[in-house]
């Protein structure tokens, strides 16, 4: 009998437990499958702005995620560059509150977040609910100091790892290899088509996704369509060998009222122009291997079937634009084209073919894993959850619709904890003064790997540092792609039922000490200026500008942590 008593008492110790891990949730903790693309827009489409952008060159993935899955379509990330933006996702925290603007790596520090972290999304998946983590592809810009120059290697939380060391080489030899056993070592792979990056993400993704137990945590982060943007030997001869970057109403054209680094820029010539199409060209036809890794993903998932508890979620580190408002290329710009990104949630309990309105962001991902996984929110991350929209109650299901009855301005809906946000935070500190160079461009020469050209970058023929701004405006001689000088901003992304707009303020010293201290204000109204080409900051009374001050001001300055939640909205 006491025998009895003590298994009993056992029993109920054993449920207490789950119950503080797994929360309310029911059943064996989900997997989750999270594919990050580089680079990628959701704006340029073959002839203007879509809400497709390269989203087009992916028909598999927007079957099986988009009409199979849910989007969302108001997804923005907080920083649109690399590693930033990669950091702000795998924290669920702000540019802000990640080291900003003392980190080493593009100003935030991703060593003390990714990559010796107690708080990234891997090492509290793995810590608080025993997922096994996979990490294969690019996670950061710095990962090959991490991954493959320090010995051992800095892995915190992956239980495997597979990534190049030179991401920025599609035909990278040299990769960083994590097993299961907790061995790890450096791989030299010889050179040849079957290097191919992408390639080599997708199989070895999935490989681990064929043999892992559940739980599981699955990160793949092909570096597609980044620059270069090599496309596989394979595709040398594409359906886009006749594509043209989309000559948008915003393409090569003046513009006064904005930021100095794009309001010197001279108009774009002949010779940018074809490398701009030869540029959207690489890019679309690169993410036809992506496009194979999310068939394979989702096939893989179905043969084994876990599909019933599996969330597969994919998105992009930021957008691009392709010579609007005299910008060659890149991103860093307060913008749509580079602000917005695509956001596709396939998994059980998410309707097919549904639409999200809300604003979501990269900073709510983690928080939605950790969420899911029944693993509590740290008070120091930022994002909020998105769970109550793949699984809509009466409360909010007004939000998750077929995508075909609502406007891209649907109001936000009402979650379970109050208002859902109705505004998101942009944020950006230049990484330095550069130019359409920048941007290496693949060209086929008749080989498997092709050749590679830089854009021209003066239609003067200047040097870089004849380029350089030294105060102000300069002289109009350089296409800039980012400046110290007048590319330092934070802004406020708004959609709700009166507004659809962007607030931004610039400050190179990225202080914002006070309004007076304020180089350059932009403001643009979405709905009527799509393509943000009229500054209507000075319609704003003294009084309403003072307040956007502040509310932004306020916003860009939350936090949480030290046992108070983030009061970020």
Partial sequence: RLESVLSMWSFLLLLCLGALVHGNNKGPSPNFIVILTDDQDTKLGR????????????????????????????????????????????????????????????????EKNVFNASGSVFRLLQDHAQYKTGV?????????RYFCKEKPGRSAGMTVVGAPCNFNNYYATRWFVKHDDGKQGIVDLPYQPSTYQTAQIGNRSIDWLKRVEPPFMLYIGPHAPHYPATPAPW??????????????????????????????????????????????????TSLLSVDEIVNEVVKTVEQRGIQDNTYIFYTSDHGYHLGQWRVACSKEQIYETDIRVPM?????????????????????????????????KPDFMDGKSLRQFLHPTTTNQKETTNSQTHSQQHVASESTNGKWRDRFLVEYLSVGSYYSDHCDIWYPDGTWHGKYEKAPFSPHKRRHRECQEKQGLGKGDCWFVDSTQSN?????????????????????????????????????????????????????????????????????????????????L
């Fill in 235 to 284: 595709y040398n001869n594409t359906p886009f060998d006749s594509l043209h970057a989309p000559r948008t109403v915003n393409y090569n054209v003046p513009s006064p009222d904005k930021h100095n680094m794009i309001k010197q820029s001279p108009p774009l010539d002949h010779a940018v122009d074809t490398h701009i199409d030869q540029h959207m060209r690489d890019r679309w």
């Fill in 136 to 144: 294969f592809g690019k996670l950061t810009n710095d990962q090959g």
């Fill in 47 to 110: 002839h203007g702005y879509t809400n497709e952008g390269s989203m087009a060159a992916m028909p598999r993935t927007r079957s099986l995620l988009q009409d199979g899955g849910m989007r969302f379509h108001n997804f923005f990330v907080n920083t649109p560059i690399c590693c930033p933006s990669r950091t702000e996702l795998v924290t669920g925290r702000y540019y802000h509150n990640i080291g900003a603007p003392h980190g080493s790596c593009m100003h935030i520090d991703a």
């Fill in 488 to 568: 330092s901003w934070r802004g406020l992304r708004v959609i709700n039922a009166t507004h659809n707009v962007m607030f931004a303020e610039y400050d190179h010293t990225w202080k914002f000490a006070n309004i007076s201290s304020i180089q350059h204000f932009e403001m643009y109204n979405i709905t009527s200026d799509e393509y943000q080409q009229h500054n209507i900051v000075n319609q704003l009374t003294k009084g309403e500008l003072l307040t956007w001050h502040a509310e932004l001001a306020a916003y860009a300055s939350c936090k949480g942590g030290h046992g108070a939640p983030s009061n970020c």
């Fill in 344 to 376: 596709f949630v396939r998994g059980p309990g998410v309707a097919a073919n549904s639409s999200v309105y809300s604003i979501g962001g990269n900073v709510d991902i983690t928080p939605t894993l950790l969420d899911l996984a029944g693993v509590q």
